[in-house]
């Protein structure tokens, strides 16, 4: 769905206003999620909305952020399951913020407890 990507982030470039989407195939854990909101989402990022998948949860839930306030409300797929989320802010680090966000995949059950000795 990246063809209307362009047009409509142009005008807001001007005063670094950048929107990053990331989406995946793949489940989020919710655990690294709340993680990454209490503890690493950026104070410039203002907006943020998207359809989310827990590895936990069987419903999706849709996700809208802003300020410092959030909401997560539960629903039922239609379709297939995916993560589809979109930050909104000034001035945002977007590879650190992706892969901020691809820490929160859930990773393959042969892959737990590698990667925490940081």
Same mark, same amino acid.
């Given at each position: #769905?990246? #063809?209307?990507?362009?047009? #409509?982030?142009?005008h807001?470039?001007?005063?670094?206003?950048?929107s990053?989407?990331?989406?995946?195939?793949?489940?989020?854990?919710?655990?690294?999620?709340q993680?990454?909101?209490?503890t690493?989402?950026?104070?410039?990022?203002?907006?943020?909305?998207?359809?989310l @998948?827990?590895?936990?949860s069987?419903?999706?839930?849709?996700?809208?952020?802003?300020?410092?306030?959030?909401?997560?409300?539960?629903?039922? @797929?239609?379709?297939?399951?995916?993560?589809?989320?979109?930050?909104?802010?000034q001035?945002?680090?977007?590879?650190?913020?992706?892969?901020?966000?691809?820490? +929160?995949? +859930?990773?393959?059950?042969?892959?737990?407890?590698?990667?925490?000795?940081k």
């Open positions: #769905h990246d #063809h209307d990507h362009d047009h #409509h982030s142009h807001l470039e001007n005063d670094g206003f950048t990053l989407s990331f989406q995946s195939d793949k489940p989020f854990a919710i655990r690294k999620f993680h990454f909101l209490d690493q989402l950026p104070e410039n990022v203002f907006r943020a909305k998207g359809i @998948w827990f590895d936990e069987p419903n999706r839930h849709i996700f809208h952020l802003s300020g410092k306030r959030f909401s997560i409300e539960d629903d039922e @797929w239609k379709g297939e399951k995916k993560n589809q989320l979109v930050l909104i802010g001035n945002l680090d977007h590879d650190k913020l992706r892969s901020q966000i691809e820490q +929160c995949v +859930c990773l393959p059950s042969n892959n737990r407890g590698k990667g925490f000795g």
